[in-house]
């Protein structure tokens, strides 16, 4: 009996299967991946997220084919954006303590290996004497030799390592720091918004008729299109909220600007990746910017980092010509 489970913070999983019973070649076909830390196969990205009932049924249906007896279970309910996020943030926490572990084991070892590569080049003889061919001390000589050559090299990859490993650790460290950047959260509430729209638009949207073309969805289906979508939906609301709040705290604290088109009129200087432009024109979600050629560019609102009215730009420009002048 094998058992097909989802749950939104395990994902989706199987259970029973065993090494060597024609299992492997069936997920595998299916794009399961074999799990060694959980020792168990799984279904690629699909913890914390809604069942993929297509991608669970097409296993299903080719297990049984194989003559397998398959069970599912699947749970569609969803944790709180929330608790997914603080289970994220550990886990990646746990990631950079085991990795900053292995870069002070692998620099160590590096260290160790460079002291071995010096004691390996302290016992050949002084002021690089050339090999006495056919002298007794041929034979030790060459192998000191060899024993140095290889005492460099695997200092070198031994540095190689540690080099890798700390430039991991760096990597993994940073990485909650990315996905909180204000601008990542500001794009990420863009796409969640545009989401729900697309499912609302989806729920009512109207059906084809052989006959009459296109014609507005009757209640009944547009009941089944809520019914089947209002899952995902309420995950992508509260995914919404969540990172709203985070926006608002990070405006409050002054980590992200929050500027929009009631803060930013046509005139005004803003600063965008380091550098002041003109505004030349105010959009719903972005601004249009000179470039100091004959086209301009668009910039979101989120990418701002800050702003001076255009009176205030033209004060500043008249008061830099005065002191230049009497200078």
Request: aromatic share 6%.
């Amino acid at each position: 009996m094998l058992t097909i489970t989802h749950t939104h913070e395990a994902g989706t999983l199987i259970d029973g299967t065993s090494r060597g019973d024609g299992t492997a070649d069936v997920l595998k076909a299916n794009r399961w991946r074999w799990g060694r830390s959980i020792a168990a196969w799984y279904v690629p990205h699909s913890r914390d997220r809604l069942p993929n009932l297509h991608t669970i049924t097409r296993t299903a249906d080719a297990l049984r084919q194989a003559g397998f007896t398959v069970d599912v279970d699947v749970d569609r309910t969803h944790r709180t954006t929330a608790a997914v996020e603080a289970d994220k943030i550990a886990r990646q926490d746990d990631r950079v303590a085991a990795l900053d572990a292995k870069a002070e084991r692998k620099t160590a070892a590096a260290d160790a290996a460079w002291d071995a590569e010096r004691r390996a080049l302290d016992r050949l003889p002084e002021g690089g004497e050339p090999i006495k061919i056919g002298h007794h001390s041929e034979h030790r000589h060459r192998n000191a030799i060899a024993k140095a050559h290889n005492a460099t090299g695997r200092a070198i990859a031994a540095t190689d390592d540690a080099d890798t490993a700390r430039a991991r650790a760096a990597s993994a460290a940073a990485t909650t720091d990315a996905r909180y950047n204000p601008v990542t959260v500001a794009n990420r509430i863009e796409k969640y918004a545009a989401d729900i729209r697309r499912l609302d638009r989806e729920r009512i949207s109207p059906v084809y008729d052989d006959t009459a073309g296109y014609v507005p969805a009757t209640p009944d289906q547009i009941s089944r299109r809520t019914a089947r979508t209002e899952p995902r939906r309420a995950e992508l609301v509260d995914q919404l909220v969540y990172w709203e709040s985070v926006r608002a705290e990070q405006i409050a604290a002054g980590t992200a600007t929050g500027y929009d088109r009631n803060t930013v009129q046509k005139g005004d200087r803003v600063k965008v990746r380091g550098s002041w432009r003109e505004v030349v024109r105010v959009n719903q979600k972005t601004v249009s910017l000179t470039t100091g050629y004959s086209w301009t560019d668009t910039t979101p609102y989120a990418e701002i980092q800050q702003l001076t009215t255009a009176a205030d730009w033209e004060a500043a420009a008249a008061a830099a010509a005065t002191k230049t002048h009497a200078g």
